[in-house]
């Protein structure tokens, strides 16, 4: 398969994992080139133990990783109110989307701040909607072992967003 049938047949679903990986369409398109180019680069390491589709998400989570280290979070122009409008009601909607950009924000970091595998089952299997048993043979792993993993990091998971709602 060339890299030119993956693009077509995975670009769209990579980039809807990326989507639901950053919360940014931006970032998202820009994470899809970049992962694109890196499994181009590196197709030759592509072993066939998972699908393709598993391989290219991983790579884009480890692009996204390495974006998110390079950057801070940033309150853009397009974010803020503009415009003629009703101040009162767009306060109280305005706070009600930066409590769930900040729960999300905290899920994410929550997320990151696992230790390998936990991280990486957690991610592909929530962002990416790719089955424990693939995320096990993409590792070399059994079923059970992915199994495992999804439940102990769900556990710790729940530590973490428990620790940060406590006063």
Same mark, same amino acid.
């Given at each position: ?6 693009? !077509? $047949?995975? +670009? %769209? ?12 369409? #931006?970032?998202?398109? &820009? ?41 801070? !979070? $940033?309150? +853009? %122009? ?12 767009? #306060?109280?909607?305005? &706070? ?72």
């Amino acid at each position: 398969m060339t890299i030119e049938d993956l693009y !077509r $047949e995975y +670009s %769209l679903p990579v980039f809807r994992f990326l989507r639901r990986l950053t919360g940014s369409e #931006e970032t998202a398109l &820009e994470l899809l080139q970049e992962t694109f180019y890196q499994a181009l680069i590196h197709a030759d390491r592509f072993e066939g133990r998972s699908s393709p589709y598993t391989w290219l998400c991983t790579i884009g989570k480890n692009s996204w990783f390495v974006l998110s280290k390079r950057q801070k !979070r $940033e309150i +853009s %122009l397009e974010e803020l109110p503009q415009g003629n409008f009703d101040h009162k009601k767009a #306060e109280s909607s305005a &706070e009600e989307a930066a409590v769930r950009k900040e729960e999300a924000y905290r899920i994410r970091q929550s997320i990151n701040s696992l230790p390998e595998p936990y991280r990486e089952v957690v991610l592909l299997h929530i962002y990416g909607d790719i089955s424990l048993q693939e995320i096990a043979a993409g590792r070399g792993k059994s079923e059970s072992w992915a199994r495992v993993a999804w439940y102990r990091a769900k556990k710790m998971l729940r530590e973490k967003l428990d620790d940060i709602k406590r006063p």
